[in-house]
């Protein structure tokens, strides 16, 4: 079956830190690919997406590229933000609905 | 309204009382999805609408679980008999159709004591 690992966490970076989560997956054919953002208090939030391979998602300064041979979504950001704190959730959908499968999410705490 | 609104967004309940939990999708969306978040298993798809029909409840954990829809649009997830491994945030999503984009509610979060 489908599924999504993610990097555990906690991650804890100070500002203007570079940021890396690993993602990688396991699915037959040719999954789309997201990374969703839950803020504290809010509901999850799509932050970007890839729908085939070699393909780079990216929205807010994210970044993340759709990798075939490794089967990877890593996501990545140059400098994080206070802001950024959040838990990230790397996920899957494959077949003909948007059915989604997700990693276990990592809480990001970004410090001042 | 804009969003998926969720009702009600807290739900505590008494081991083996029935719940239901309520979910409003977007205007026009016609595929609706409801999945469950919590600490042990992170998040689990349960089931999935097509307008009224449900061609997928592969995800839902037990046969105390059930979900309807009605007119295309209100969604109702009813747990029968709660016990204390349901505690959990319940998440609707909605989709103008089905592979495009999902927008998430905020949630229901049930307690079981």
């Known amino acids: 079956g489908n599924s999504v690992t993610q990097m555990e966490g906690p991650v804890t970076l100070s500002e203007e830190a570079f940021l890396t989560i690993n993602c990688t997956y396991t699915?037959?054919?040719?999954?789309?690919l997201f990374w969703y953002v839950q803020y504290p208090g809010e509901g999850l939030q799509l932050l970007l997406k890839?729908?085939?391979?070699?393909d780079k998602g990216s929205n807010k300064g994210f970044e993340a590229t759709y990798r075939k041979e490794t089967t990877s979504f890593h996501l990545e950001k140059g400098s994080v933000q206070v802001s950024d704190s959040a838990v990230y959730f790397c996920?899957?959908?494959?077949?003909?609905?948007?059915?989604?499968?997700f990693g276990k999410g990592t809480l990001l705490t970004v410090n001042p | 309204g804009a969003g998926v609104s969720q009702s009600p967004s807290n739900k505590v309940t008494e081991k083996g009382k029935d719940v239901e939990l309520r979910c409003d999708p977007i205007?026009?969306?016609?595929?609706l999805y409801w999945y469950r978040q919590s600490l042990g298993q992170g998040l689990e798809f349960l089931i999935y609408f097509q307008g009224n029909s449900a061609p997928d409840k592969s995800g839902l954990p037990s046969d105390r679980f059930s979900a309807e829809r009605t007119g295309g649009s209100v969604s109702t997830l009813t747990i029968q008999r709660t016990q204390q491994e349901d505690s959990a945030v319940y998440l609707c999503?909605?989709?103008?159709?089905?592979?495009?984009?999902?927008?998430f509610g905020q949630g229901t979060r049930l307690t079981v004591v």
């Open positions: 205007s026009g969306h016609t595929a």
């Open positions: 890839a729908t085939k391979a070699d």
């Open positions: 999503a909605s989709s103008l159709e089905q592979r495009t984009e999902a927008f």
């Open positions: 996920a899957l959908s494959r077949g003909s609905n948007y059915k989604l499968t």
């Open positions: 699915a037959t054919g040719y999954p789309s």
